[in-house]
Each structure stands twice: as structure tokens, then as C-alpha cells.
DNA sequence: ATATAAAAAGATAATAAACTCTTTTAATTC
DNA sequence: GAATTAAAAGAGTTTATTATCTTTTTATAT
């Protein structure tokens, strides 16, 4: 569905905004292992969505990755699109270039309504609503 | 959505099952040509369809790919599966091993709405459904 | 100021996916 | 049965993704 790029962005997100709902900040070995993704590809990761804000960081001592209110709004979409593109918005699921409704390809139509399910589901779902999920231990990071 | 390699797949599929309605063949060149997919890789993709008996094959003049009546009935999900195996049924969104219902990541309640989705639509149709439609000329494999 | 901690940036390496080329095998037609 | 046609099989190349390593910059604390 996603690429890995993009499952370690989420959980690193969901991580991180967990971690700093006390004002605390979290360094990428930290969020490597509560994440279990490979340290410096994470972090290759992370500055990424730093650069396009949707977390923010301070260097040095005590520094780290940490979400503020309005980080807490990132939608699922958001890191989607900032980490894969938006191929889900645009792309035909047989590759055609100009698949649309008007020149459909003969899958068309059965993927239309599946995309909309998707594309609605990652927009509605933001990363602050999965810290309270969190909290009652219910979910897992990691196996 | 789906790797090149099924994307390619389910529009050769498609192609084949149009062009044997009449009970004649389809070689690799034509396939490459009317899905515009490239030649060498195609050929590779029907190997493997054929071999996994999703569609028929003979060699030699006159020989190429057919439909015969039951491979009509093959689905999507046929398709995706032979040449994609069953991540699509059972990857987690996060690419957790054991995520499930007992031990679900963050947003595998969500993903798993969405699958179900998908999976019911990629089992329901099948290719003999697009033949109808293609017939139509409001449909196309290649832009 | 100096030492230290941690992210940012740049460069490189490994793996997998996508694609191509060549040879072999099987079937057909003459 | 020789020539031809077309798929099957095997091997190889290219490109993209994933992952790692090294250096630089920025901030903090002592």
C-alpha cells in the first residue's frame, strides 16, 4: 500500500507525538527503537518532515524531534503526501497517464470508489487522534 | 496500488480475453503493442500467468495466449495474487508482522475497513466482466 | 570558550524491482 | 524433415528503493 519510507514516517509521527505530549523531546535512537526502524533511516525520514514542518526539532543537548498543537492536526494524509507524492490522489491503478472519467481505463470505476474510501479515511484520521488510543496501551508500535 | 509487474498483468489479461473471444490468439508483440506495456517484460508476466494456469498458451505459428471459458472467470485478485502474492490480504498498513485485531498497530482498524473494501472488489470481478464493457469503446488500455 | 549532544546534510552501499537480451524448446506448415 | 513461428527459459542490465556511514551544523551546558 504504502512504501516503507512512508510505514516508518507514521509510526515514527505517532511515536513522537506520543512522547511529547509532555513537552519532552525525542531523539532519533529513540524513536528508532520504540519504532523498530533502522536508525539512520529514520532519521532521513524524520528531517524530511521537518524540512516541511510537519514536526518540528531543535539541535544539541536535550534536542530532538517534538510535535506542537497544530502538529497534532497532520493528517495520515499529510505524511502520505509528503513522503510518497500524490500518486494515491492522481494515479490509475493500470498506469495509464490520462485515466479519468471521461477516457476511463476498463478498471476505472471499481477503483474510483475504493481511492475515495482510502483518500477520506487518511484525511478524516489525524495523528492526535491516535494519541488517546494509545494511552489505554490497546495498540502497538512494534512487535 | 499494485507493482508494475500487475498492472501490466491485469491489462494483458484484459486484452487476451477481448481479443479471444473469436477463439483466435494473441503473440507477446501484439499483447506489448495493445496494452502498450514493454515487450520482453510482458512476456515474462504471461510466462508466469500461464504457468499458473490463469491463462493458455501453445507455441509455434499461429500459436500465442488465449481464453478459454473457465479463465473468463478468473478475478482480479486471481491476477494480483499470481503476480503480487497475498501482501494486499495480509501486510499491515505499518508493515507490523503480527498486527491483527488481539494486537493491532494504531490505524489497523481503519486499513482493515478499507481492505475488505478492496479485496471484495478485486474478488467480484472478473475478467469475463470487462469483456461486455470494452465492447462499448468507452474503455482503454492504452492512452 | 570548550566540550558535548543531537539534528542536518552529503555521500555511499545493498537490495529489490523493472526491464532487456539471448538461447532453447515446442508446434506448425510447406 | 527443413524452415519458420512463437512461447519458455535463462541470464544480464538498469533504475529505484531501502539502508548505512561520515561529516557538518546548531544548540546547550559547564
Partial sequence: MFSKTCEYGIKAMIFVA?????GSRVGIKEIAKGT????HFIA??????????LVHSIKGPNGGFYFDKTDLKTSLADIVQAL???????DC??????????????????F????KNLIKMIEENTIGDFNAKLDSGKFFLVN
Same sequence: chains 1, 2.
Fill in 18 to 22: 506520543q512522547k511529547s505530549k509532555d
Fill in 36 to 39: 523498530d526502524a533502522p536508525e
Fill in 44 to 53: 532521513k525520514i524524520m528531517q524530511e518532515l521537518s524540512r516541511k514542518k
Fill in 84 to 90: 510518497d507524492g500524490n500518486a494515491i490522489y492522481t
Fill in 93 to 110: 491503478a493500470l498506469g495509464l497517464k490520462t485515466c479519468n472519467a471521461k477516457k476511463p481505463c476498463p478498471v476505472h470505476h471499481q
Fill in 112 to 115: 474510483q470508489d475504493i481511492k
